[in-house]
């Protein structure tokens, strides 16, 4: 094997994790001043107006372009969900009525008969 001291990929790793160890010590003494987190709080700032100032326009944009919005799909999802859930109940309640009609031979209830078999004359009553 070759000397530890001759191996370049040895050489590589110690200047890479040297590279880390001031790299990380510099980073660590960056976060600690206040003047990083106020850059931080503005540039987090700064962002989420940019975001909530896209989503509007995007709004607007749909809306002229006779398009739902987000908001409106998820309002339209919901408004959907609630009516299957109540036409869900309706069936319930419907399978429950036509099963206390349906009698214990668990048929459906057969329909009144209102005609009568002709007569042995052959006439209808």
Do not use: C
């Amino acid at each position: 094997m070759a000397d530890k001291g001759n191996d370049p990929v040895a050489i590589w790793q110690t200047m890479i994790g040297e590279m880390e160890k001031g790299f990380n010590a510099f980073a660590n003494k960056a976060m600690e001043s206040p003047q990083f987190s106020k850059a931080m709080n503005q540039v987090g700032g700064v962002s989420a107006g940019a975001q909530k100032q896209l989503g509007e326009m995007m709004e607007k944009y749909l809306l002229t372009m006779n398009m739902p919005s987000r908001a409106q799909m998820v309002s339209m999802a919901e408004r959907l969900q609630s009516i299957e859930g109540q036409l869900n109940e309706i069936k319930a309640l419907l399978h429950q009525v036509h099963g206390n009609v349906a009698g214990p031979e668990g048929g459906a209830p057969k329909p009144p008969r209102t005609k009568r078999p002709p007569s042995a004359g052959g006439e209808q009553k």
